[in-house]
């Protein structure tokens, strides 16, 4: 079982819908938990942080759900250059920083 | 405040030959951390140092691959005797010091083994 698993997509939606993405992850000890956004051929670029009680930032809402090991990313009306890979990204442990990361979801906002 | 610089960006190699890729952190940071991305696959974590210390090579290859982070120069992932399974995109990371900060990513080295 991989440690980080997402749905690769594509999801392919018109301008102004509201998507959601799921990531599941199999470490239960994993400390921190992170939406990364990556472009094409580009790096990776974070997103945002995901907490237990949920943050938002402007159309982008994260949550994580512990018990289930569960973690969504939700964007409400969709633009055009939100067109990316949405990186799902755990940290295992304190004992180390590295990062533990998705294959991605593929979207793409049609006009 | 200039970010994760890397170089080169492109690199061609045949096999057999050696790879160094370099990473020079954002000021300030003394974390540096390299992930390699194959075609299709998501990114893989490698190899965790800071100043002249290896913290975590548990995603290295045990042969071949090798990487330092000197008291002065750029960090430097060395690649020896290369085979075509080692092209991939090569990206480094660079976070502060303390622990649990966020890290920063450079544009990559995209490395192609002929």
């Known amino acids: 079982r991989k440690e980080v698993e997402q749905d690769p997509g594509p999801f392919n939606v018109p301008e102004g819908a509201t998507v959601a993405f799921n990531c599941t992850y199999s470490n239960s000890a994993s400390q921190s938990f992170f939406w990364y956004r990556q472009d094409c051929r580009k790096e990776p670029k974070l997103l945002m942080s995901v907490y237990s009680s949920g943050n938002e930032d402007g159309r982008f809402t994260a949550q994580l759900n512990r018990a289930s090991q569960y973690i969504s990313l939700l964007i409400r009306d969709s633009k055009l250059s939100d067109s990316a890979t949405y990186l799902c990204?755990?940290?295992?442990?304190?004992?180390?920083?590295?990062?533990?990361f998705g294959t991605g979801t593929r979207l793409q906002v049609f006009p | 405040n200039a970010g994760v610089m890397q170089n080169p960006r492109h690199l061609v190699r045949r096999r057999g030959q050696e790879a160094r890729l370099r990473c020079s952190p954002m000021k300030g940071h003394s974390h540096v951390y390299w992930y390699r991305q194959l075609p299709e696959e998501g990114l893989k974590f490698m190899v965790y140092?800071?100043?002249?210390?290896?913290?975590?090579e548990s995603g290295m290859p045990k042969e071949r691959f090798s990487a330092e982070f000197p008291k002065e120069g750029p960090s430097i992932l060395r690649i020896q005797q290369v085979v075509r399974g080692d092209s991939a995109a090569y990206f480094c990371a660079s976070s502060p010091d303390g622990p649990r900060n966020t890290q920063y990513f450079g544009p990559g080295t995209r490395l192609t083994v002929l």
């Open positions: 140092l800071q100043k002249e210390n290896i913290i975590d």
């Open positions: 990204v755990v940290s295992p442990s304190y004992n180390t920083d590295k990062l533990i």
